[in-house]
């Protein structure tokens, strides 16, 4: 088969090429039979013909034969002793004449036909002893009319030809009957040889037309069948199966086909999977950030999705909430850092196009400029911008050896990423705003009243000890109506700045509203806080000499958390030693409770001058 493929597909190109010659095999075959059948029948009709030959010659020379006796009755009848009348001769001789010619006649006829060269040679001596037998029978019948002696005198001259013709004549009709047996046995052989011919050529040239026909026909479908395995093999999803038939004709153009159509299949369903690959790891990132509640959470996920994403250098670097500066926010946990120098996000390339870039060679002419002169020497690069609400505030950057960047489902992810974590940061930081907002007071930047209060519940957790301190600038209203209120605002803003800097970092100050102040100093006693109070005092005093701010002083009250059984009964005694400070003249620090009055009757009457055990300490 394959050695017929072989000698057949350079010729047989293609599967129209492969039934025309099916047809033209047929239309030969159809052809070799005819001549087939046609030489037979010809030669058949030959033999037919030279029976036909010998049966006419046998004819006349029967003919010849019976004019022979004919021509000796006419002589004999002008010898006749009784036929003397001259009208008779003359019809005796008429009859000779017609008998001779008719002799003459068949000797033609004879002389005419196509015979077997033995046969027309013995005809032929025999035609000539016919002629002169039959002018000797004229010439008698001739001369008996005029002289029957003479006639009679040349009558033993006539009767020996007779004789002698008689012979040649019957030995001619042996030969004759000879040669037209073996003509009719000839003619039926070779009637019966060419109807055997005629069906064993018929049924040798089916056979091999068949058998032909059965071969090309098995190639095309061989063919055909592997196409049909490799579109089966598609259908059940074996997209890297592909047809082998690679003829010129319409096989292997469907073949080509039926590829083709595989490598967009693969092509398309490559880019669904990648597509698909990118919303998996989109939707994860998705939810991993949706936990992360602060910088360092998302910052957390961006790290564990850099390894995940590429084995390379990776970095993210932001700008913090404040600055534009970029700093490096998160690290490739394994690979490290890229260390890019970029210092903001406006001098960055990607972010300048809002496009993430890519660098095939950091030495080549359009390369960024950071990217020269790198210790580890010439690499590839990518730089993702980081943006929240369209503004680029980062870059996610990785390097990889040269020529062989981040391929394009790495930078996919890391666009995902740069995307989300930009948006997750964006997020977080304007929720940070919003919250600092809430919690803090705008004009001197302490937490307000609200902050300061939940902040108790924390700090005072678990019954570790705190002072509560409750301040009161001292006779405001006239310092806003001497000064003015902008004046009164500076003052405000100048006493929290005093009350910044002086606290512990782990003691909490707010405005508790208009011009008074909470602080809470954590694990300290009344005893202890007062320092700190003094401390605040005298800072207040300090900066005023030097601040510009119309001099003012501050109020204390102080108590701590032995003195009341809840933060409130422990705030209302600070609130109780603030109004004693006022009452005794202002400008100092009271502790504790006043010795004589309950604590619920002095939050009831504030207004009421407190003394006796409370300390008032200037
Ligand atoms: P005292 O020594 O008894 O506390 O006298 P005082 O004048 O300070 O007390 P008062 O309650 O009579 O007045 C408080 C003043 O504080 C009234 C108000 O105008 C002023 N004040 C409150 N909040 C602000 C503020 O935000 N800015 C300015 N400039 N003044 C404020
Ligand atoms: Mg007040
Ligand atoms: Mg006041």
């Given at each position: 088969m394959d050695l017929l493929n072989r000698f057949l597909r350079p010729v047989l190109g293609s599967v129209r090429a492969r039934l025309a010659l099916i047809q033209a095999l047929l239309f030969l075959s159809l052809l070799l039979i005819s001549l087939i059948?046609?030489?037979?029948?010809?030669?058949?009709?030959?033999?037919?013909t030279k029976l036909a030959q010998l049966s006419r010659a046998e004819r006349y020379e029967m003919s010849a034969d019976s004019m022979r006796e004919a021509l000796e009755s006419d002589v004999n009848q002008a010898l006749r002793v009784d036929l003397q009348d001259t009208e008779d001769l003359a019809k005796v001789l008429a009859t000779a004449h017609e008998n001779y010619t008719l002799l003459?006649?068949?000797?033609?006829?004879?002389?005419?036909?196509?015979?077997?060269?033995?046969?027309?040679?013995?005809?032929?001596?025999?035609?000539?002893?016919?002629?002169?037998?039959?002018?000797?029978?004229?010439?008698?019948?001739?001369?008996?009319?005029?002289?029957?002696a003479q006639a009679l005198h040349l009558y033993p001259e006539f009767t020996a030809t007779f004789d002698a013709l008689g012979d040649v004549n019957e030995e001619s009709a042996a030969l004759l009957?000879?040669?037209?047996?073996?003509?009719?046995?000839?003619?039926?052989?070779?009637?019966?040889?060419?109807?055997?011919?005629?069906?064993?050529?018929?049924?040798?040239?089916?056979l091999i037309v068949c058998l032909l026909v059965a071969l090309i026909g098995r190639s095309i479908r061989i063919s055909l069948g592997k196409v049909r395995d490799?579109?089966?093999a598609l259908a059940a999803g074996n997209l890297s199966v592909r047809s082998e038939v690679a003829s010129l004709d319409e096989v292997g153009e469907l073949a080509g086909a039926v590829n083709k159509m595989a490598d967009e299949l693969q092509v398309t369903i490559g880019r669904l999977l990648a597509d698909a690959d990118r919303d998996?790891?989109?939707?994860?990132?998705?939810?991993?950030?949706?936990?992360?509640?602060?910088?360092?959470?998302?910052?957390?996920?961006?790290s564990r999705a850099m390894e995940q994403i590429s084995g390379h250098p990776t970095e993210l670097l932001l700008a913090d909430a404040n600055q534009s500066s970029l700093k490096?926010?998160?690290?490739?946990?394994?690979?490290?850092?890229?260390?890019?120098?970029?210092?903001?996000?406006?001098?960055?390339?990607?972010?300048?196009?809002?496009a993430p870039v890519v660098f095939e060679d950091s030495e080549s002419l359009d390369a960024c400029p950071r990217l020269r002169n790198r210790t580890c020497g010439p690499i590839s690069a990518a730089c993702v911008p980081v943006s929240f609400m369209g503004r680029a505030f980062g870059v996610l950057h990785v390097?990889?050896?040269?020529?062989?960047?981040?391929?394009?489902?790495?930078?996919?992810?890391?666009?995902?990423?740069?995307?989300?974590?930009?948006?997750?940061?964006?997020?977080?930081?304007?929720?940070?705003?919003?919250?600092?907002?809430?919690?803090?007071?705008?004009?001197?930047?302490?937490?307000?009243?609200?902050?300061?209060?939940?902040?108790?519940?924390?700090?005072t957790a678990g019954g570790s000890a705190y002072a509560v301190a409750l301040t009161d600038l001292d006779k405001f209203k006239s310092l806003n109506d001497t000064h003015g209120h902008k004046a009164?605002?500076?003052?405000?803003?100048?006493?929290?700045?005093?009350?910044?800097?002086?606290?512990?970092?782990?003691?909490?100050?707010?405005?508790?509203?208009?011009?008074?102040?909470?602080?809470?100093?954590?694990?300290?006693?009344?005893?202890?806080?007062?320092?700190?109070?003094?401390?605040?005092?005298?800072?207040?005093?300090?900066?005023?000499?030097?601040?510009?701010?119309?001099?003012?002083?501050?109020s204390f009250g102080l108590s701590d958390s032995s003195m009341g059984s809840s933060f409130g009964e422990v705030l209302r005694v600070a609130d109780q030693a603030l109004y004693r400070s006022k009452t005794a003249g202002r400008d100092r620090l009271s502790i504790g409770p006043a010795a004589a009055e309950s604590l619920s009757e002095h939050a009831s009457e504030r207004d009421q001058a407190s003394s006796s055990s409370a300390m008032a300490i200037r």
């Open positions: 059948a046609w030489r037979a029948i010809s030669d058949e009709r030959a033999s037919g003459a006649a068949d000797l033609t006829a004879l002389a005419d036909l196509d015979l077997p060269p033995a046969v027309g040679k013995k005809l032929a001596e025999n035609s000539q002893i016919a002629k002169g037998y039959a002018t000797l029978a004229v010439k008698m019948v001739t001369t008996a009319v005029h002289d029957r009957d000879k040669e037209v047996a073996a003509a009719e046995t000839n003619t039926i052989r070779e009637a019966a040889s060419a109807h055997k011919l005629i069906v064993v050529c018929s049924i040798v040239t089916v490799a579109a089966r998996a790891f989109s939707a994860k990132i998705t939810q991993a950030l949706e936990m992360a509640d602060s910088e360092d959470d998302v910052y957390g996920v961006v490096r926010a998160v690290t490739h946990p394994t690979a490290g850092a890229p260390s890019c120098n970029v210092e903001s996000a406006s001098n960055c390339a990607a972010v300048r196009r809002a390097t990889a050896s040269i020529h062989k960047p981040p391929a394009a489902k790495q930078l996919a992810q890391l666009k995902t990423l740069g995307l989300q974590a930009g948006a997750r940061v964006g997020a977080v930081r304007a929720l940070a705003r919003t919250h600092m907002h809430a919690y803090t007071d705008s004009l001197t930047g302490l937490k307000n009243r609200r902050a300061f209060e939940q902040q108790i519940d924390e700090l009164g605002d500076e003052a405000l803003r100048l006493f929290a700045e005093v009350l910044k800097r002086t606290i512990r970092n782990a003691d909490v100050a707010a405005r508790w509203g208009g011009e008074e102040f909470s602080i809470l100093f954590v694990g300290a006693s009344a005893q202890k806080a007062s320092e700190i109070v003094h401390r605040i005092r005298a800072e207040l005093a300090e900066s005023l000499l030097t601040s510009g701010t119309p001099p003012f002083t501050a």
